[in-house]
């Protein structure tokens, strides 16, 4: 399938090179700069839910917490009635349905009616799939839906998402986040020294030097979250040239899959002011002595990530990723398309 994409109206990422050699014919340029922002118990029977598992704050984020809860549910026909109040809902895209979460009923036994009621409605207008959002506040209403059919789908630190496939077809609703994404930062100054780090933590590379890396936030792109990783532990401030080469290997942390995007960034600023919550020291280290470390001297995959990320800055390697900022139709937003090298584009 051909995509036409409208390029010349956009701005690109950056102004510089690497090493300064594009002239202002170039298409593709290789800086930009950031600027710095700094379980549920399946009961047997309906009628009670013993004990329910609920959220409470706790240390800036959600916890669980066991207490009773006996929820008495009446006993409620296969087809809705017209005393019985449907749940507020709107349709997806996908002949699908979204409960509206602010306006679930206050008792368990109100959202019960109200749920089963819902689902005969539904499925009687041939309705596919429900998405189900349940706040913290209204947690006591999880285990109702999950005796319905619903299923864990994902949650965050306001929210747990439940599912349900009411068509008898295949089920077509997305799965649940399989991935986390993580950047790492190559900085290296005009002395061929590299920008490393040691971290204070229980994993395998505690007590290693390594460079800097970390895990990108919520509606983060790429390279912004190099550059800040960058700054947050050495207090360096950077520029990004180009992703030079990413990881991605499975079963990591919650058994996720993980990507690691290794990004090329150039200093703007050399005195080190490192982040003492996280890290144990940091400083500037020339390049063949950081290849001697034991991580790189026994580790093949963080031995060829600095070889290749060494090769690109001596303008050795062409595979880098440059991004380029462009619109696009299909969800109405700019966002950063990344690829390699400079190319004619056809009239």
Known sequence: MAIAMEISKWPLIGSTSRKNNYNSRDLFSRGFSFPQKNILLRNPSLYSYNPLLTFHEAGGGHMLKGTAVHVHTPNISSSPTTATELLDSWNDDYN?????????????????????????????????????KILPEQAELVPIALQEGF?????????????????????????????????GGFVINHKREVLVVKEKCPCSCSGMWKLPTGYINKSEDLYSGAVREVKEETGIDTVFLEIV??????????????????CMLKPLS??????????????????????????????????????????????????????????????????????????????
């Open 96 to 132: 699908g349905v979204v409960v509206n979460p602010e306006s679930l009923p206050l008792s368990s036994n109100a959202f019960a009616s109200a749920l089963r009621a819902s689902l005969c409605d539904w499925k009687k207008k041939g309705k596919k799939g429900v998405w189900l």
């Open 151 to 183: 299923s864990y789908h994902h949650a965050e630190s306001r929210y747990v998402m439940l599912t349900h496939w009411i068509s008898d077809e295949v089920c077509l609703l997305p799965s649940s986040p399989s991935h986390q994404i993580g950047v």
């Open 245 to 262: 080469a990413f990881r991605h290997a499975h079963l990591m942390a919650f058994e996720n899959s993980d990507l690691l995007f290794i």
């Open 270 to 347: 050399f005195d080190i002011k490192i982040d003492e919550k996280e890290i144990q020291a940091a400083k500037w280290m020339p390049i063949d002595e950081f290849m001697g470390e034991d991580l790189y001297v026994e580790d093949p995959m963080s031995k060829n990530v600095v070889d290749i990320c060494t090769a690109a800055h001596e303008d050795r390697y062409s595979g880098g990723y440059i991004g380029q900022q462009l619109p696009s139709k299909l969800d109405k937003k700019l966002s950063h398309l990344y690829h390699a090298g400079i190319f004619n584009f056809k009239s």
